[in-house]
């Protein structure tokens, strides 16, 4: 093993999911898509441009709405594509893969507005010389690093402004835009930079009061705009309210709301839809337009509380019933809100406040108190900003809960839910972030790891894909209880023909309570120093068929297995199609618990590697899946995967513990292994001292099921390292079926000294300062 | 507040003001020191001096000429040395006179009139700290001397105690054996030691130490009287020779009222040997004119007395024609007439102009702008120009800066964002005219997220409270606390519980990371400490030479600190910040530098900087006002060009200071007078290097003429001294020659224009220098262009070195 090996062997027994080598058949790499969007009704001319581009065969989107017309290879850096984007499709971000013979790209983002879409003219840096346009306008513009980009129009008196940009939600790195409104004079009317619904974009809206030619400008809030720092700046009269309230409503249901921080907008009464997901969200639609984006809006069947101010105290709190959704707004700064509530001895209840999820400001610190008495629970932060905890009720009694902001801000957006419920089992699916979708290649086989993230319920999970395109088998084993992972390995059939599709991943417990799972995970798209600044929610994985590739690979599967503190070496055989020479990279897709795996390379001219692996003392036993990973550079990394192989973790046939041992230079002593036996076994096991320092040397010894000690001569040079040595232990290598099963001893003290008669006639050793200082007479010696 | 910054002594008997001496010399005042006496030891003695002030302001020591009688007889008795004596408990006054003059000292003996007891805390870690055994050199290095350890001036008498005592292996006493003690053998060289002979065996320090060894080396029983108030006496004194001698008392009173002549035992020594010494017993010898301080420190206090040496001439006098502008040269003058120094005469129209610019707004004068002002008649141009200039918006952004540069704004602490989100704050802070001390409150007391509410970056330039507070008392009040985190201050007041108690107010500022991973949100934590480094236990909030406030758990302890801090009574806060401001504009500070308020550096004037704080507190912390009376005034507009008078004078204001011109200043009168203005990386087009938000935004130019990398609170990070790379830079660097060729620049536009050589020379000049050239100058650039191959290369010469010419470079 070198010594990256070790690293990553290291790493891998803590648990962790291994790293596969960069994932992507063929590595298809989409950098940017321009322009960054367009006008739904309309078909738009769009560039994809990346690496490895050659033969685009189609797009995979997630959202409908958009759809591809026409396809057109342009390089293998670029294709150009037509989207027909339908008059109803959603405004707003959607997301896209693009999909090669060889692969799927990264998931990047296409933005759909409602106005004539037009592109930024430089220069305009000057708001004396600014880009004129008309409103209403969406402009695809650029402003990188300390670039500053100036759009002119006429306004009449009284005429409202709305201005929203779409910037960081792109997902392009990081720039940040500030959005300035000037007058002629270059007065500053309005500015905006982040807010809590569109997060770092901002938004403005604006009346005016007289008639002329006003400059809106768009810039970095750190003049640094980040890699492509694209935007799309919105301008016109629609409707553009920062909340709604309330905040959520039941499926089905008329549920009457108020629009809040738009004064064109009062109160509307929508119509919840049955079917609405997790990340559902209004759009408000005005005689002057449709909110650019959303605003989200919690669809459940809780029954509904809305507060009744003032409920400023215990005293004075709204009555509300439990499990429930408890709706308000902390409408001032120091305003807290109470709601009151009765319950049972032993009730336990989830609290989970939705504010910041749903783009409110309110940073909600909540807590649960006995009515005029103490605390019985209480959260800040648990869910990000917003707050969740537990809450098992103490006695039978009433119940006050507070909500407050943290910094004890107030205002007329600062909404939110708290919503109380019986505690529900859950499930959530997810794929490691560096395995985001899978290509299998035609006659091949490929791999990725299913997360799952279990609350309130425990046991064996049954993984299912569900609408795999055609040709495509996928095969795994149920995941254990006591792991959160599992390896999936898919093949393709050899005819399989090359298509891309969006898979509903389901996760199932067979339990008395059938618990059904999906697939849910968020796709960074921008970061700051490892914590996510725009990511992109999906539900499905994107699997494809992609072309044949000239290597498969094996795993050999052992027939002996491996002990707990052991050792083993997997073997894995590629086979090579005619001619191809390049080395394969070979590593393990997810150790099993406790299991640490190094990585190794086929050679240009080998057909197979051996993997090693090492078990820690508590390695889960048993039988568990295991799945080999291979990848060679072919005009960019490609990936297969072995077939799923089993590797059985066992006990060591015995315990051994070294007695501490001394030993002279130049000298020999023996190191006593005493052996508690565990297993049976047959014939005779090796029994050799490891770790030993430089110029030591021992001599193995045999033992067989039932020696209870064996002693190992060890041999000291002469200038054998003087000191302790802690790292000394015993390999012990017992054979069957042909394979050896190795496992180790925990590691003891050896002692080397000096040689006797050099001690007795020792000549003074340097004295150190300490002793000296022992040694200085004392003020009366000094006499 | 000129009593609170340096602690001056307050008893002086004095009696009889201007009436003639028996020479005929007018009296301002006869003074005798101590002015009160309180012994309660009969083998304590207390010297006198009396001191004669002339109505000229000079002063004599007349001693040895006055006499001395008491009120009552056997209370105290006079010895030859004039010390008074104890004889017996009871009350008397000594009258001292002269001439006709007479001062009195009231003395009291209390009833217990016996020996001294010779303690530790009061009698030996004096004679440590005098014999120097304490010093960082010695025994009061962090790590001890051939083991044995004291700490450092002695800020930890408990331990010190311990370590000669009882430490095993290290002890240096022995009860029963004083003279093998290895203390006292050391220090008198009996065995060989290191540090030299420390002792005199038959001193007085070394008789007080056997005496205590004697005594069996008790430790001290826990209500010892402490050192309450040190004063060196007399507080100041004016020599005229032939006068060169001044007598000098240290006299501490403690706890319990009692006084003590601690003059042989104090640390003395002069801030400026040249003018003035002094000797171990506190004899100042005056060897040049000038002005000296003497320190002397005892216990934890450090104490000054200034020392005016006057030139021998006689005959000098104010000049009639110089009058004062308004109330700064009233006290500048006062202080030269004071020195017998002359003031400059006032600059001419064109330095002043260029110089107002440079100083308010960081840019010069354009030739339009110059043309304009020269041909202006009314007297009062000057004024109405500074209250323009004052309006502009560059003098805010040049004081943003200046905030920046000691809030240290920088985007690798704050981000990015953070740091321009931050500056823009300030900036809008200070064109709005938020008065300083509002503005201070605002940081102190920042809450919430980082880039919603920008001051809140003010926590996240340092994280530990000990950081934040040293921080704190360097920007806002001028005091460097940072010894004191290890040991008490050697050159002032503060101890190492000072230094713990001050950073408690900071021990619970919250900081979590807001929804946006780059954003931090600030808040009042409401819990946490700050553990004092030697005691090891929780510090209590204590203001600095302050109460400790009641502050309720939970409270933000940040509100009281930051009340106490811009309180128009705290002695430091205003003081700090004019002073910072007269800095800028006289380039030196009333205490210089501005950041180093402490005993031991006192005020060149301190009734000057009492009375610009005063009015600052006045006027609403405005900065403008201030900026507004500094420019007014006729100290601030004076020349450069020295008198025989003023020529060696560096502290009083007595002539303008000729300084380069900062960085920022520089590189954009560079691309004004070019009329090619650098484009700063990081900063949108046509930003100036004053709004820089980031200490990294701009250029190589700006690094290389010693821009601040924001990364200490200090002023001593901006450098102004000349470098190689600088003059290099200037002469062959791109910056200077591209710009002169610059397509859109100015010699491009008056070439391109058909402006005769001469007018476009006399136009270079006006642009860079503010002045037309001469007649030589000009008569000799026209030869040299004429001389040139072609006219534009000629002129590119002459511009070059208009350019490079010290004149253009410097302030002055």
């Known amino acids: 093993m070198d010594s990256a090996g070790k690293l990553f062997g290291s790493l891998c027994l803590l648990g962790v999911i291994c790293p596969a080598p960069r994932a992507g058949a063929g590595s298809p790499s989409l950098e940017v898509v321009l322009p960054r969007g367009a006008q739904r009704g309309t078909a738009a001319t769009v560039d994809f441009s990346g690496a490895h581009l050659d033969k685009a065969l189609s797009i995979v989107f997630y959202r409908p709405g958009v759809t591809l017309n026409h396809i057109e290879q342009v390089s293998d850096k670029h294709v150009r594509c037509t989207l027909a984007i339908a008059a109803d499709c959603a405004l707003g971000l959607h997301p896209l893969r693009l999909f090669t013979a060889s692969g799927l790209t990264e998931l990047r983002l296409f933005a759909v507005g409602d106005a004539p879409e037009i592109t930024e003219q430089e220069p305009n840096d000057a708001r004396s010389a600014p880009q004129l346009v008309r409103l209403p306008v969406t402009i695809n513009g650029q402003a990188a690093g300390d670039d500053l980009d100036c759009f002119g129009f006429e306004a009449q008196p009284g005429a409202r402004l709305a201005a929203e940009i779409e910037g960081m939600r792109l997902g392009g790195g990081i720039f940040d835009p500030v959005l300035t409104l000037y007058d002629a004079q270059g007065k500053v009317l309005a500015t905006a930079d982040d807010n809590a619904l569109t997060k770092q974009d901002p938004v403005l809206s604006y009346s005016f009061a007289s008639g002329g030619t006003y400059i809106v400008e768009v810039r970095d809030a750190a003049y640094r705009g980040e890699r492509h720092a694209y935007y799309r700046l919105h301008l016109g009269d629609f409707p553009r309210p920062m909340a709604v309230f309330p905040p959520g409503g039941a499926p089905g249901q008329a549920v009457e709301v108020r629009w809040v921080g738009d004064s064109t907008l009062a109160r509307e009464t929508i119509a919840v839809p049955n079917d609405a997901g997790a990340d559902y969200a209004i759009f408000v639609r005005t005689g002057a337009g449709t909110s650019l984006s959303p605003v989200p809006f919690r669809v459940n069947g809780l029954p509904q509380t809305i507060e009744a101010e003032p409920n400023d105290s215990p005293e004075s709190a709204t009555p509300c019933t439990v499990p429930g959704a408890l709706n308000g707004i902390v409408t001032k700064p120091g305003d807290v809100d109470w709601f009151r509530f009765s319950a049972a001895k032993g009730q336990v209840f989830d609290c989970r406040v939705y504010a910041r999820q749903l783009g409110s400001p309110l940073d909600a610190v909540v807590g649960v108190n006995k009515l005029g008495g103490a605390t019985v629970a209480s959260n800040d932060d648990s869910a990000g900003p917003d707050s969740a905890f537990r809450l098992t009720i103490p006695d039978d009694g009433d119940y006050a809960l507070y909500i407050h902001d943290f910094l004890r801000a107030g205002g007329e957006c600062y909404t939110y839910r708290v919503e109380v419920t019986n505690v529900t089992p859950a499930l959530t699916l997810s794929t490691p972030p560096d395995q985001q979708h899978v290509c299998i290649p035609q006659g091949n086989r490929n791999a990725i790891v299913i997360n799952a993230a279990r609350s309130d319920f425990g046991g064996p999970l049954q993984i299912e894909l569900s609408g795999l395109p055609a040709g495509l088998t996928a095969s795994g084993d149920t995941m254990r209880d006591n792991v959160a992972a599992v390896p999936i390995v898919l093949t393709a059939e050899a005819t399989a023909p090359l298509a891309a599709s969006l898979v509903d991943v389901i996760g199932q417990c067979s339990g008395e309570s059938k618990i059904v799972g999906h697939l849910r995970q968020s796709i960074r798209l921008t970061e700051y120093m490892n914590n996510t600044l725009c990511a992109q929610t999906v539900d499905r994985l994107p699997v494809a068929v992609t072309e044949r590739v000239p290597f498969e690979v094996q795993i050999i599967e052992p027939r002996v297995p491996l002990a707990r503190r052991g050792q083993m070496s997997l073997k894995v055989v590629a086979t090579r199609g005619e001619g191809f020479k390049e080395p394969i990279q070979v590593g393990v897709l997810l150790n099993p618990p406790g299991i640490g795996s190094g990585t190794a390379t086929i050679g240009p001219d080998q057909t197979e590697a051996l993997l090693p692996l090492n078990a820690n003392p508590d390695a889960a036993l048993g039988e568990w899946p295991i799945v080999a990973i291979a990848s060679a550079n072919i005009n960019g990394l490609v990936q297969v995967s072995s077939q799923l192989a089993r590797l059985t973790i066992a006990e060591p046939f015995m315990d051994l513990a070294l007695e501490r041992t001394r030993v002279s230079q130049g000298s020999t002593a023996e190191v006593v292994v005493n052996i508690a036996p565990q297993h049976d076994f047959e014939g005779e096991a090796v029994l050799e001292l490891r770790g030993l320092p430089n110029k030591l040397s021992a001599t193995p010894a045999k033992a067989t099921k039932e020696t209870k000690q064996v002693v190992l001569p060890v041999a000291a040079a002469p200038d054998a390292p003087l000191g302790r040595h802690e790292g000394v232990f015993v390999q012990v290598t017992v054979m069957q079926n042909g394979e050896p099963i190795v496992f180790n001893s925990a590691s003891a003290l050896l002692i080397v000294d000096r040689p006797p008669a050099e001690t007795a006639s020792a000549q003074p050793a340097p004295v150190g300062k300490a002793e000296r200082r022992a040694r200085t007479p004392r003020a009366r010696d000094i006499h | ?812």
């Open chain 2, 1 to 812: 507040m000129t009593d609170k910054l340096h602690i001056r002594a307050a008893g002086a008997a004095t009696f009889g003001l201007a009436v003639l001496c028996a020479h005929g010399e007018p009296i301002e005042s006869w003074n005798v020191f101590p002015n009160a006496i309180h012994l309660a030891a009969q083998d304590e003695a207390v010297p006198l001096v009396a001191m004669l002030t002339r109505a000229d302001g000079t002063t004599v020591d007349m001693t040895a000429k006055a006499q001395f009688t008491f009120s009552s007889e056997g209370i105290v008795r006079l010895d030859n040395s004039r010390h008074v004596v104890p004889i017996a408990p009871g009350t008397t006054t000594l009258t001292v006179t002269y001439e006709g003059h007479s001062a009195q000292v009231a003395i009291v003996i209390a009833p217990a009139v016996q020996p001294r007891r010779t303690t530790f805390r009061n009698d030996v870690e004096p004679i440590l700290m005098k014999a120097g055994c304490n010093s960082g050199a010695c025994h009061g290095s962090a790590q001890g001397k051939d083991g044995f350890k004291l700490s450092l001036f002695g800020y930890d008498p408990h331990a010190d105690y311990l370590h000669l005592t009882r430490e095993s292996g290290a002890r240096r006493i022995d009860v029963s054996d004083r003279e093998g003690s290895l203390m006292l053998q050391k220090a008198t060289t009996r065995v060989p030691h290191e540090g030299g002979k420390r002792l005199d065996p038959d001193g007085p320090l070394y008789a007080a130490l056997a005496r205590w060894i004697d005594a069996g080396a008790p430790d001290d029983p826990p209500d010892l009287p402490t050192v309450s108030v040190l004063e060196i006496l007399p507080p100041e004194c004016v020599l005229l020779p032939p006068e060169r001698t001044q007598q000098l008392l240290v006299i501490a009173t403690y706890s319990d009222g009692t006084t003590r002549d601690v003059t042989d035992l104090a640390l003395l020594s002069s801030s400026d040997e040249v003018t003035a010494g002094v000797s171990a017993h506190a004899l100042v010898t005056a060897n040049q004119p000038g002005e000296a301080f003497i320190m002397a420190r005892f216990a934890t206090f450090a104490v000054v007395s200034q020392v005016i040496a006057l030139p021998p001439s006689t005959g000098f006098t104010w000049p009639a024609d110089i009058t004062a502008c308004n109330y700064i040269d009233e006290f500048v003058h006062a202080k030269l007439a004071r020195l017998r120094i002359t003031p400059s005469p006032v600059c001419s129209d064109a330095t002043f102009l260029r110089f107002v610019y440079l100083d308010v707004l960081g840019v010069l004068p354009t030739p339009q702008e110059f043309a304009r002002f020269m041909a202006d008649e009314r007297p009062d141009k000057r004024a109405r120009l500074v209250d323009e200039l004052l309006q502009r918006p560059q003098f805010c952004e040049l004081w943003a800066m200046k905030w920046a540069e000691l809030l240290r704004i920088e985007s690798s602490k704050l981000t990015p964002k953070g740091a321009v989100l931050y500056s823009a704050w300030l900036r809008d802070a200070i064109c709005g005219d938020m008065p300083i001390d509002k503005l201070v409150r605002a940081l102190l007391c920042a809450e919430g997220g980082t880039y919603h509410n920008p001051p809140a970056n003010f926590y996240l330039v340092e994280t530990s409270p000990t950081e934040m507070a040293e921080n704190v008392a360097q920007v806002f009040t001028g005091i460097r606390i940072q010894c004191a985190q290890c040991h008490n201050h050697p050159f002032e007041r503060w101890t190492q519980d000072d230094y713990y108690s001050f950073a408690a107010f900071f021990a619970q500022v919250g900081r979590k990371t807001a929804e946006d991973p780059r954003e931090s949100v600030i808040y009042n934590s409401g819990s946490g400490d700050v553990k004092h480094l030697r005691t090891g236990q929780p510090a209590r909030p204590k203001f600095l030479a302050g109460a400790a406030p009641e502050i309720s758990a939970g409270a933000d302890r940040r509100q009281l600190l930051a009340e106490w801090l811009t309180s128009p009574d705290n002695p430091w806060f205003a003081a700090s910040i004019v002073n910072r401001v007269w800095a800028h504009f006289l380039g030196r500070g009333i205490i210089d530098p501005p950041d180093d308020v402490r005993v031991s550096n006192p005020p060149s004037n301190p009734q000057l900087l009492h009375a610009l704080a005063a009015k600052f507190v006045q006027s609403g912390y405005n900065l403008r006002a201030l900026a507004r009376d500094i420019c007014n005034s006729r100290t601030y507009q004076l020349s450069s060009e020295a008198n025989a008078s003023n020529a060696s004078d560096e502290r009083n204001f007595s002539h303008a200071r000729i300084r380069r011109l900062p960085a920022e200043a520089l590189l954009e009168a560079i691309g004004q007078v070019t009329e090619a203005p650098e484009k700063l990386n990081g900063l949108p087009l046509g930003a100036r290097a004053t709004q820089a938000t980031d200490a990294k935004a701009g250029s190589y130019f700006l690094e290389t003429f010693g821009r601040p990398a924001r990364q200490t609170a200090c002023t001593c990070e901006r450098r102004d001294e000349p470098t190689l790379s600088q003059a290099l830079h200037l002469i062959n660097g791109a910056t200077i020659t591209e710009k002169i060729r610059a397509a859109n620049g100015r010699l491009e536009r008056l070439t391109k224009a058909n402006i005769p050589p001469e007018k476009i020379i006399e136009e270079l000049y006006v642009a860079a220098l503010a002045r037309v050239p001469s007649a030589e100058e000009l008569s000799l650039a026209r030869e040299y262009v004429g001389s040139a191959p072609d006219v534009r290369s000629g002129l590119e010469d002459v511009f070059w070195a208009v350019l490079n010419s010290p004149e253009f470079i410097f302030n002055h």
